[in-house]
């Protein structure tokens, strides 16, 4: 890692988070962090970084990959100017698709055991043995793409005994979990899916999915779990379903804009959950040997993993 030099596009306040697990894992690697320290374009070597301000890569020649610090890469792809001849690596990690997985089962639970009218009754300190749940059995759910993380999740429901089906664009072999592939099988995935859970990347062709046209496609009393990214939904949309009775409710941790606006009807709707993008946090210490681990792959001329097709957009 001598000579070489990785530039950190992060808000300055955040960049200890990443300087020392870097520091400790590539003690020959010069760090830089982006609106702190001065810098010549000419020395970059490497970048991380998760949404850069448009623009900033294109002006570093010598670029040789860029590291995000998140699965989701559409921050660098709305980008116009990304140097595409650049690769640009998504961090995978099974950390990262475990906390996904919790947080889905977690939030699928609190709905399935009806937990927000037990949290109610106690404030009343009524003893009310009512709202039982609907089977597990005869909960399906839904995995909106099942990629690195959605299969893991699949597999955490599947564990606990719920039915699990998944679309993606490919088809898939997940023990004990149905695949349903490309929009062809689209519409019969969703009509059985009574939790779906989002996970899908935001594209050109996922953008605004989760729109009135997919919520009427859904079982009635269907909940929606979006946890890939804001450009998914349609709060609109999504709102007038569940205010028609046809959605039951919604747990979202993914907005757009984020921070979600305190003015936003979201953040009061009795039947939606709001969670301010932590459904799963990348471990920098885990990101950092990630990293690590690819450059010096890049530097040895062996093949880099986890590398996006700018054409899937993915
Ligand atoms: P992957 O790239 O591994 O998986 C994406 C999946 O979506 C694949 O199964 C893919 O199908 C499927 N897919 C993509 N486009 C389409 C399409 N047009 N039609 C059908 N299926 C499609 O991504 P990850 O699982 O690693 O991450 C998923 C997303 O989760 C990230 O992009 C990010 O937005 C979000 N995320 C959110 C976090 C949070 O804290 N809220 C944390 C981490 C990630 P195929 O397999 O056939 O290619
Ligand atoms: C990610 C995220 O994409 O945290 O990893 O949103």
Not at 21 to 35: D, I, M, R, T, W
Not at 77 to 89: C, K, M, N, S, W
Request: glycine share 8%; proline share 8%; charged share 25%.
């Amino acid at each position: 890692m001598k000579d070489r030099t990785l530039l950190l596009m992060v808000p300055v306040s955040w960049a200890g988070i990443w300087t020392t697990p870097l520091a400790g894992q590539a003690p020959g690697l010069k760090l830089v962090v982006h609106e702190r320290d001065a810098y010549d374009p000419a020395a970059i070597d490497y970048v991380l970084s998760f949404r850069p301000p448009p623009g900033v890569l294109k002006t570093l020649p010598n670029l040789k990959a860029v590291f995000s610090l998140g699965a989701g890469v559409d921050g660098f792809l709305a980008d116009p100017d990304y140097p595409r001849a650049v690769p640009l690596v998504r961090f995978v990690h099974h950390s990262l698709a475990r906390e996904m997985a919790h947080y889905a089962v977690l939030h699928a639970l609190l709905h399935h055991r009806r937990q927000k009218n037990f949290d109610a009754a106690q404030k009343e300190h009524a003893w009310r043995q009512a709202f039982p749940p609907r089977r597990t059995e005869d909960t399906r759910i839904g995995i909106f793409g099942m990629g690195e993380i959605g299969q893991v999740i699949a597999e955490a429901f599947r564990d606990l005994d719920f039915p699990v089906s998944g679309w993606s664009r490919t088809r898939k072999t997940v023990e004990g979990v149905k695949s349903f592939a490309g929009e062809a099988e689209r519409d019969a995935f969703l009509a059985q899916s009574d939790i779906l859970v989002c996970v899908l990347p935001l594209t050109e062709d996922t953008r605004g999915i989760l729109d009135k046209d997919l919520f009427a496609k859904l079982p009635k009393d269907s909940y929606l779990i979006n946890i890939a990214r804001g450009g998914h939904q349609n709060a609109g949309d999504l709102v007038a379903a569940i205010d028609s009775g046809h959605l039951s409710g919604a747990t979202l941790d993914v907005f757009e804009p984020e921070p979600l606006p305190p003015s936003s009807p979201l953040w009061s709707h009795p039947k939606i959950t709001v969670t301010p993008h932590v459904a799963a946090l990348t471990d920098p210490f885990v990101m950092a040997k990630a990293a690590v681990d690819g450059i010096t792959s890049l530097e040895r001329g062996e093949k880099l993993e986890n590398v996006v097709d700018f054409e899937r957009g993915y």
